[in-house]
């Protein structure tokens, strides 16, 4: 009964910054490698970034490298994703995501996350 829940989207304009958060509840949180993936409209869903169990390794896709900072908090069972100098074409609805399929940050398929949670919308503005 793994639950996880995002939050902190929104409306951002070019060139500013969002923190979104993912709340893991249901099964033991350092467990998973955590990833995040976002998915603009009417495209499938794109991975971002991802964290190891214990937070040491971290893996991202190269659009966002040097922008987009993942990192997690195992006491409270949280995911984070830190996104600097957003972009219009950061626009997507973000998911968390939990790795069922290794400890490793560097599975950039879907296919390797089997728990999701819901989304939250992140609308870049210019």
């Known amino acids: 009964q793994v639950q996880l829940k995002e939050s902190g989207g929104g409306l951002v304009q070019t060139g500013g910054s969002l923190r979104l958060s993912c709340a893991v509840s249901?099964?033991?949180?350092?467990?998973?490698?955590m990833g995040w993936f976002r998915q603009p409209l009417g495209k499938e869903r794109q991975f971002v970034g991802a964290?190891?169990?214990?937070?040491?390794?971290?893996y991202y896709t190269d659009s966002v490298k040097g922008r987009f900072t993942i990192s997690r908090d195992n006491d409270q069972n949280m995911a984070y994703l830190q996104m600097n100098n957003l972009e219009t074409e950061n626009t997507a609805v973000y998911y968390c995501?939990?790795?069922?399929?290794?400890?490793?940050?560097?599975?950039?398929?879907?296919?390797?996350?089997?728990?999701w949670g819901q989304g939250t919308q992140v609308t870049g503005s210019s």
């Open positions: 995501s939990a790795n069922t399929a290794a400890n490793s940050p560097y599975n950039t398929s879907v296919d390797n996350y089997a728990l």
């Open positions: 249901g099964r033991s949180f350092s467990v998973y490698s």
């Open positions: 964290i190891d169990w214990t937070g040491e390794r971290t």
